[in-house]
């Protein structure tokens, strides 16, 4: 039996080019497979939410004092924009920002204020011994309830601990 | 072995004309390092008792340096200050809880705001004239030339804002008065280094209202020495008398008088109708520290802002 030095070396080539395949693949496979699960968590892009209109620092700001004092007068329609990211980005995109800080980050710290006089708010009611729903809450609920379900930890965090409070 | 004992001999025996050797004693190892050293530490603990007994960090000396005539002493105690006012209480409440130093730092924001004031009309009317005699020549004069007159006061409105940023620092509120007054400035030639005086001054009146809720964790022999020392200055008709009654109401030792007593509720809706926007979103982060009849109306108010109103930008080049 005649040994050929060079058949080692080919076959070794061709099973380096298949393990290149592979990985090239598995790289491909996963840039190109998107969302795992079913439904995307945030399927609404940041593009296509027009910002709110002029004046929303001014309602943001208002409607959070408002509800850290557990005041009655709360706007809930202000609200459901606070707790909304993709137009909270949008109307953070439209702002000057620096290199530190993106629109994106500036908005879900945003949120995150929101969330957390939201829960301020419930706490408060509880403690005057009121629970009910006032008209246009249920929509900030079904808003928290999304943002609970956000890819984000800090998100999701702070929404359910604020889903916590709710009366419900 | 004969050959190394002539070795181990010679170097016992010392060398011809030289004095034996023999090793130091503890005695003189002692007298070498370990006395030298007591007298070093000796005189350094001295030194310390010495720089601590005379020691000028205290509110008296930094009132005095700001009231130098030179300004780099001014601008150096103001930093000082400055820094000392940011730390936290424990290093910091000797000057953030003393009535009297939130007094006097008031009477140098009165004193500043009459100068600026007066500064503010003498450049107003110097630009006039080089304005009429540029358009009676034709010339169109560049924005930049007319903010060049302005900078000429930059320094003084910077040692207001220093003054007001100091008296927001404080546990004791004898500045809301003086913080209410610039806050409600709205009518000044100079609209760029006014809009940014007032934000601010609204600024500090906010980390005031936090400051001021504070005061109630203070020691309760802190809180004691200020209340007295509010209260001896309450009486009378002064503006002195006025900003002591102002904090003794938000420090919950209500005075005889109301005279001269500034409700911050007040301030802050009637700042809610400016028409900066910025200063709008201001007055409602701020109502989130101070209380009053009118805080929870000018919430309701602003949280249905339509932005109307101008959003001046103001860079740290302005």
Redesign the interface.
Known sequence: MVNDPDAGLVKRGFVLLGVMVLLGATVLFIIYQGPRGGTPIEPTRVEDVPPSSPGWEIRVNAAAALARRGSDQVSWSVFREMVDLPRMTANCREQYHDAQETAEVSARDLVVYSLKALAQWHEKQRETGKSDVPSGLSAVYAAVDRVAESADPILSEQAKKTQATFFR | MSSGEPAASNRSAPAPGLPPVQPPSGRFIVQLFVVPGLIVLAVVLVLMAIAYSTSQNTPDYYLNRLDSENADIRWRAASDLAQILKRPDSGSLRWKADAHFALELAERLRKSLDELAQAEKEVDAKLTAHLAEMKNKGIAVPPADIDVHWRKIAALRNHVSFLASALGDLHVPAGVPLLAEICLADKSPDIKGNTLQRRKALWSLANLGANTRGFAKLPSDKQAEALEALKAEASGATLRAGWARTALYYLGSPPDSSDGVVHVDAVLARCAEAED?FL??QV??A??FWDGPL??PT??????????GTLI?VTEQD
């Open positions: 926007r709008r979103e409602a982060q109502c989130n805080i929870e919430l309701v108010k602003l949280q249905q802002d339509d932005g109307h930008h």
